[in-house]
């Protein structure tokens, strides 16, 4: 094993110039927090899938941290439409909002 592939293993990688770091920052860079930290992972677990692992049981496993990473962002984006976040503009208007 080179001491490049000790620093990024190749299943990091998705082509010769561009590694898996670079792509998650230009594919989440307009996400934020746990919503970034989640679809990240996703990506991350696609572009290793097989090469890691490469046996049916190393794929499942993989296949299950994808599908756990998406529900969890599934779960997220639903707290958000429940409860959306109320901006300080918002709270003018608001009768139970006090200021001291």
């Known amino acids: 094993m080179e001491a490049e592939d000790l620093i990024l293993p190749k299943y ?3 082509t010769d110039g561009l590694e898996l770091q670079d792509l998650l920052a230009l594919l989440t860079k307009d996400l934020s927090g746990v919503e970034a930290v ?3 992972s ?3 677990y696609i572009i290793r899938y097989g090469k890691k692992h490469p046996t049916p ?3 499942i496993e993989t296949l299950d941290k994808m599908i756990n990473y998406l529900v ?3 779960i997220q984006v639903e707290k ?3 409860s959306p976040a109320v ?3 918002e709270w003018e ?4 909002h006090d200021e001291d």
């Open 12 to 14: 990091y990688r998705v």
């Open 42 to 44: 996703v990506i991350k």
């Open 87 to 89: 901006m300080p503009s």
């Open 80 to 82: 958000e439409i429940k």
């Open 93 to 96: 208007d608001d009768p139970l």
């Open 38 to 40: 989640n679809i990240g």
């Open 57 to 59: 049981q190393g794929k």
């Open 72 to 74: 969890l962002t599934k």
